[in-house]
């Protein structure tokens, strides 16, 4: 036996647990990061018979919601310009330490201050809520698109458990609290999930998979656009990777490094060549030739989302919850619904792990064959369909497929291309889209509201 052969087996096994490791706490954190995304937001829609209480007379259920939409929608849509002028650690770390105090906030607003001016402060605080939880969420998708499928496969999944998770500690509190004050239990199960999702980002900083998002980034800063053509300049092959934390501050530092880089070349009696008249620095584009550019090369999938989550919120949650319930098991029978429709929506996203299981085709098919669920959830609400099983096996299906095509259409949307900073901006837009499908397709459900009637 060679003592030299297992010492190298010995080595290369270690080395090949390592990454393993690395991968393995990466998608844990990116599940976290999915999560707390939509867990305060999740609390809120739950408890909103508590500020229902706090405001009577005032449409808490349909006004509410809507500050938020609003600036995940604003944020949505200049985040692919604004991101470089903000660091990835305020964009995640930062966001979700506010987002733990307005979580906190607002319904002690909504408890001291029953009058006009707690409501309209409480509209403001959600307004603001909806910044940082653009921030965090679409970012975060960005990051995920950069690494891979697989990771942003466990990020919508976590996006899904969110609902769930809280959905479950519904019925728990109708059981054994039954009390609308219960949604100080559901913003701390969302805080203590922020939480770990920060103590997590320090360790994420040491793997392998956070200095693949920071190079993407550092090659994004060094690209212009030729006719459509993506031009970075290379790097010298000694250059120095920075691995630790302070890469978050790169925009600062890669500036400062262009300047020296520059005057060196002064010095040197090199003149640096002009920018050909054809070029457009990614970096220095405005809004809206982002915008265009990024939705060009991901085309059809922003447009696809959109129309999917209109499709999705036509129905979901306000047809659903006119189906009839008698008086006493009102708030259970919403619960079941909303429990079939989240656990449904997880369980879509995780099948949806398997790439081969889909193409844009088979996806925009199975988006056409959903259009048969206005004719069920319109029925059920009608009471044409009375059975209640028959009304929580909808919902479950309704949400298999919402899981499955949304994370099919952000699993596509990354391949349009090859280059890792362009992957994080069209995950910026497709974050963007699916807020504002969200919106429209809570207005567009309007017509719908007395349906049962």
Known sequence: MNPNSTTDDTQFSLLEKKPKKSQLFSKIFFFTLGVSSLSGWNAILTGLSYFADQYEGRNVYFILPIPNFLSLCLIGLFLPRISSLLSMFFRIVWSLIILCGLLFLLPMIALEMHSTLGYWLCLATIFIMGIFSALQQNSSIGMSGILGPEYVNVFFIGTGASGTIITIFRLISLAAIDSEKSIFLYIGIAV???????????????????????????????????????????????????????????????????????????????????????????????????????????????????????????????????????????????????????????????????????????????????????????????????????TYVNTFLFGILNGFITTGYMILGPEKTNEGFVKEKIGFVSGFALCFGIMLGSFLALPFSNISK
């Open 192 to 390: 203590l999930w922020n939480i770990g999702a920060i103590v997590m980002y320090f360790a994420f900083t040491k793997t392998p998979q956070y200095r693949k998002i920071i190079q993407a980034h550092k090659k994004g800063r060094k690209s212009v656009l030729v006719h459509d053509q993506i031009v970075t300049q290379e790097e010298p092959d000694n250059a120095v990777q920075n691995d630790s934390l302070i890469s978050d501050i790169i925009n600062s530092e890669i500036a400062n490094q262009n300047n020296q880089t520059e005057t060196s070349d002064h010095k040197n009696g090199i003149v640096p060549s002009k920018q050909n008249k054809d070029q457009i620095s990614i970096e220095k584009m405005n809004v809206i030739q982002t915008l265009v550019w990024i939705n060009k090369v991901a085309f059809p999938i922003p447009l696809l989302i959109v129309i999917l989550y209109i499709q999705t919120f036509m129905m979901f949650p306000g047809v659903a919850f006119q189906k009839p319930f008698d008086a006493n098991f009102i708030y259970w029978g919403q619960c079941f619904i909303s429990l079939g429709y989240n656990f449904g929506d997880t369980l879509g996203k995780f099948i949806a792990g398997n790439r081969q299981l889909f193409n844009l085709q088979i996806l925009i098919g199975l988006f056409l064959g959903r259009f048969v669920f206005y004719y069920t959830f319109i029925a059920i609400a009608q009471g044409t369909l009375a059975a209640d099983w028959i």
